[in-house]
């Protein structure tokens, strides 16, 4: 049976940096708005402290995730075991938004060593930390990362993909507002 936890600790924090793959959920606070459900892989998570987590927005095919934060802060992240004993984590929390052309953003950046840039990385304030039994989670084989979004990132200047990030992700599939760039 399903358990809450007043904090993220020691044995909650193994299990989260133990998994290769966790899952993002997003949604608008308009009834006709689109629920955004991503998954997210690399070594792009990270516990702050006991109530905080943060991960990078790497990139993707849209910006639902940052405009749903910024609009109303809504946020879950999910944790499946693939392997070993079966369990399932959901953070529900607050999230904030840090992206390309927030003055924060070089700091939070380098959190994640290895990484030199992405579009965001999404601070989370937890408030319900919960478990379940993932009985239903099949078993499944990690046989590396996809290196096609690495790639994709990389094969473009940090002026080129920056600039990509403000026109390409201005604006959800909702019309609500993505990366913003700054004002002079």
Same mark, same amino acid.
């Given at each position: 049976m399903g358990k809450t936890y007043d904090k993220l600790d020691a044995k909650l924090i193994r299990f989260i940096e133990a998994q290769k793959l966790f899952f993002v959920a997003t949604a608008p #606070? &308009?009834? @006709? *708005?689109?629920?955004? #459900? /991503?998954?997210k892989g690399y070594d792009a998570f990270k516990v702050i402290d006991e109530g +905080? $987590?943060?991960y990078l927005d790497l990139g993707g095919s849209g910006i639902e995730t940052q405009a749903h934060v910024q609009e109303n802060g809504r946020i879950t %992240?999910? =944790?499946c075991a693939f392997e070993g004993p079966a369990n399932i984590l959901r953070l529900y929390g607050q999230g904030e938004a840090i992206d390309v052309g927030n003055p924060r953003y070089p700091e939070m950046l380098a959190m994640f060593? *290895? =990484?030199? !840039?992405? !579009?965001? $990385? %999404?601070v989370i304030k937890v408030h319900r930390i919960a478990d379940s039994c &993932?009985? &239903?989670v099949p078993f499944y084989e990690f046989k590396g990362e996809r290196d096609? #979004? +690495? !790639?994709?990132? @990389?094969n473009k200047s940090v002026d080129e993909w920056t600039e990509n990030c403000f026109q390409k992700n201005a604006? /959800? %599939? @909702? &019309?609500?507002?993505?990366i913003v760039r700054p004002k002079d």
């Open positions: #606070l &308009g009834a @006709d *708005g689109h629920i955004n #459900l /991503s998954p +905080t $987590v943060a %992240i999910m =944790f060593p *290895g =990484f030199e !840039r992405a !579009r965001a $990385v %999404i &993932g009985w &239903g096609q #979004l +690495t !790639r994709y990132i @990389d604006e /959800s %599939i @909702d &019309g609500l507002p993505g």
